[in-house]
Structures are given as C-alpha cells and as structure tokens.
C-alpha cells in the first residue's frame, strides 16, 4: 500500500512502480520534483477544485481517488471522469480558458500540485514533458469519447457494463495483477451522474448483471466472475486504456 504522503523526490515515487504508468528520464523527473508546489490532502467528499471558476493549478493524484464533474444551471451533475492513484487532474486546465470544470474526493486523497502556467512553461523546453501532456490530453479525449458513445447510443445495462469493466480494467492495469475483484467506491448516485442515469436505472441495471452472474458491486468491492463475458456482451475494448505517462 502506497504512503499517505508522495516522497519529495519525484523519481522516489511509488505510483511510477505501477505496471500502467511509463517512465521518464532522471533530468526531466528531476524538474518536476522542482516544479512541484506541493501536497494537498483533501478528505472523501473535499472540494479540490471549485466548479466553474479558474484554475492555476493541476494534479496527480498520488493515494485515493477523486473525480472531475461539470454542474448544470441547474445544480444537475455531470460526472466526466473519475481519477484514481497516477491520473492526471486538471489536464483542462491548462489551456487558457476557464471549463467551468470542478473536482471533488471520492476517498481521501493525497495530491501532487503543479502550476499549470509553469508546466506548460517547462514543456516548451522538455520534450519528453510535452509528449506526456499531449498523451494525457488525448487520453482524455479517448474516455470522453467512451462516455459519449455509451450515454447516446448505449442501453442503461450496456452503459453499466462499459463502466464496470473500464473501472476494474485501470486497477488491474495499474497494479499488473490478476484477479476478478477489486476496489469500487462509486456509489449509485456517482454511476448515475456518470452514465447520465438515475439511481434507480442504475440499480436495475446492476441487478440484471448480478442475475446472470457477470458483476457483483456490495460493500466498496467489485467482482467480475467472467469480465470476458461481460465485455463481449456490452461490446467493449480496453484499448483506450493502455500504458501511458505519470507526471
């Protein structure tokens, strides 16, 4: 298990040891430990970046897990992404324009921060830093892209099942393991905003898969007896999710 706090010494940390994540060249993890402004640590249910307001800074995520949203006029919520122990916070942020973007903790996070005007700055001159950026951006791109398939075009059990699968997917890769359980602190209500569903839809949604014993959600865990199964029912491919940088 992964320390409450990251080290000082960018190329100390445990998250790059991760099977998913890429690594980069002693000099340019040597800037970044300069770069660094700090850590945040922010409490389950912690507002790490207001919506709709600007941002000077972005996040690893270093221990936890968060997620980025979007609110209606309304007050509606729509979840775009959640970020789990590597992800990036903030990749929207670096352009110049507010998104009207926010983030909150799902658990306890601790997070690494970086100016966002500084970063940009370093990756004018670095270009193994500005590759990552733009991965990390495309990588964006690719899940929102999932997303908007699976919330126009998708059923509600489908739209479970790519969520599900996806969820379960990043842990395995990230800790290069096999195994048909894992961590899942999503709640109905965060499945929902995700999914553009209500709790109920997703709470018969989650039934029909338990009923023919592909998925199982109870108690914080996931369980997926056949994810194979389950992927070729729900027409999904992990191939958005493959190994990528960590800043």
């Known amino acids: 298990m992964l320390p409450a706090v990251p080290p000082r010494d960018c190329a100390l940390c445990g998250v790059r040891q991760l099977a998913l994540f890429q690594s980069f060249p002693p000099d340019v993890l040597g800037r970044l430990s300069v770069l660094r402004r700090g850590v945040r640590m922010v409490p389950a249910g912690g507002q790490i970046v207001p ?11 270093f221990r ?3 997620f980025s949203y979007r609110l209606t006029h309304e007050g509606r919520r729509q979840i775009l992404d959640f970020h789990l122990p590597g992800d990036l916070i903030g990749a929207e942020f670096l352009a110049a324009a507010p998104t009207g973007a926010g983030a909150d903790a799902l658990t306890a996070v601790s997070l690494c921060a970086f100016d966002a005007a500084l970063l940009m700055q370093a990756a004018a001159d670095m ?3 500005a590759a990552a950026l733009t991965w990390m951006v495309a990588r964006e791109e690719a899940v929102l892209a999932e997303r908007l398939t699976a919330v126009g075009r998708r059923s509600a ?3 479970l099942g790519h969520l599900l699968l996806e969820m379960w997917t990043r842990q395995r890769l990230r800790e290069g393991e096999d195994g048909a359980e894992c961590r899942f602190p999503l709640t109905n209500q965060h499945m929902a905003d995700v999914l553009g569903l209500s709790p109920e839809h997703v709470s018969r949604s989650l ?3 338990r009923h023919r014993q592909l998925a199982f959600v109870d108690s914080g865990r996931l369980r997926l007896p056949d994810a194979a199964q ?3 029912l729900c027409d999904w491919t992990p191939g958005y999710l493959h190994p990528r940088p960590i800043l």
Not at 51 to 57: D, L, R, S, V, Y
């Open 157 to 159: 059990a489908d739209r």
């Open 230 to 232: 389950l992927a070729e």
């Open 127 to 129: 270009p193994p830093l």
């Open 51 to 61: 919506p709709g307001q600007p941002a000077a800074e972005v996040f690893t995520v």
């Open 64 to 66: 936890g897990w968060a």
């Open 207 to 209: 039934a029909q898969w």
